[in-house]
């Protein structure tokens, strides 16, 4: 059962598409799970079409499909570098990294075993080499982390909606050197960013929250943003700096160009270079 109160961003927005957005699966499916009565606000079931309100509290259950499968699919990758070891592929705009409940079938994983299988690959040996399987049934589903035992070979993600170099281990060795890199923060990762507005070219802002103080500073084109990271305390389906347990996380940002889009509205590029810390 999952919980979450709603803020002011979701305030006045419909049940099902609050709830499609965050949990990533069609407007029919929520619709259906709030007929089955598995979508609760304020304990009382409502209607798909009920506008939510600030301080409204939601719990719903999730169906699990009847099995999740890792099977190849063809598509074209955009491959930056592969060997024996590891696969690079540039990830466009919109696709999801591995399957999970809402997200079955059509994903990035799914295109690598494609790959992989016209290279000579079989998918058992792929899959042998991270001691999983290639279909899983509700039950087991029930027991496992979905995402963890969905994602062989991948030692980080990027979300749906952001493009990117990604890294695919080939076999248990790489995969254990590559997980290794990014826990011990040797790997950096560098982002670019449109935002709508232009920042000041001396700007600083200081954020509370639990008598802690952080900061964001902007000077002559560059930025330091030190904002931690967690699970926020009453959204827990929502990350930011208002956590009770947050992981320390440091931004660098490097200011790019200024443009005007085609309605004649000002954007700033970003360059951003994250800097994790435990």
Known sequence: ??????????????LDIVLSKLENLSRKQIQELIKEGKVLVNNTQKKSSYKLKE????????????????????????????????????????????PAPG????????????????????LEKFLNEF??????????????????????????RLDKNTAGILVV?????????????????????????????????????????????????????KGIINLPIGREDYNRLKFSYKSSDPKEAITIVKFIDIMTSFLTKEFIMLKWKLREEK
């Open 55 to 98: 301080g409204d509290i939601i719990t719903y259950c999730l169906a699990l499909p009847e099995t999740l499968s890792l099977e190849p699919k063809e598509s074209n990758l955009d491959i930056i570098f592969e060997d024996e070891d590891i696969l690079v592929i540039n990830k466009p705009f919109g696709l999801v990294v591995h």
């Open 103 to 122: 997200h079955v079938g059509d994903t990035l994983l799914n295109y690598v075993l494609f790959h992989f299988k016209k290279k000579g690959l079989t």
């Open 131 to 156: 001691s999983s399987k290639k279909y899983f049934d509700k039950e087991e589903l029930k027991k496992a982390n979905v995402s963890s035992i969905l994602r062989p070979g991948t030692v980080h």
């Open 1 to 14: 059962m999952k919980k979450l109160i709603i803020d002011k961003n979701f305030s006045g927005k419909r």
């Open 169 to 221: 281990a080939k076999n248990r060795e790489s995969h254990n050197i590559l997980t290794k890199f990014f826990q011990d923060k040797k790997v950096k990762k560098h982002y670019i960013a449109f935002c709508y507005g232009i920042i000041p070219e001396n700007f600083s802002k200081t954020f509370r929250y639990k008598n802690k103080e952080y900061k964001v500073i902007f000077k002559n084109g």
